[in-house]
């Protein structure tokens, strides 16, 4: 085989694992914004329907939604345990 011709294939391999692994590490970034957004949105309606049943009332912020998104439904307890103790 041609000398030139295995240094193209493997010239265009390298660079096509070049391309996919940077192309993987810029999306990644916005694979975690749309997954905060997600569990922030999630942490939303938790905290609604916790305000809906009218055990406790809890302002529905980015930061309370940040937390009930994120540490799910202990964030929620947390937060009621906060409210209730300090806002009460």
């Given at each position: 085989?041609?000398?030139?011709?295995?240094?193209?294939?493997?010239?265009?391999?390298?660079?096509?694992?070049?391309?996919?692994?940077?192309?993987?590490?810029?999306?990644?970034?916005?694979?975690?914004?749309f997954?905060?957004?997600?569990?922030?949105a999630?942490?939303a309606i938790?905290?609604?329907v916790?305000?809906?049943?009218?055990?406790?009332?809890?302002?529905?912020?980015?930061?309370?939604?940040?937390?009930?998104?994120?540490?799910?439904?202990?964030?929620v307890?947390?937060?009621?345990?906060y409210?209730?103790?300090?806002?009460?």
């Amino acid at each position: 085989m041609n000398t030139q011709l295995i240094e193209y294939v493997a010239g265009a391999v390298v660079g096509a694992v070049v391309i996919v692994t940077v192309v993987n590490i810029l999306t990644l970034p916005f694979q975690l914004l749309f997954k905060l957004l997600i569990n922030s949105a999630i942490g939303a309606i938790m905290l609604y329907v916790i305000n809906m049943i009218g055990l406790i009332t809890i302002k529905i912020t980015f930061i309370h939604c940040f937390i009930a998104g994120t540490f799910g439904v202990p964030g929620v307890i947390g937060l009621m345990i906060y409210t209730y103790m300090f806002k009460h």
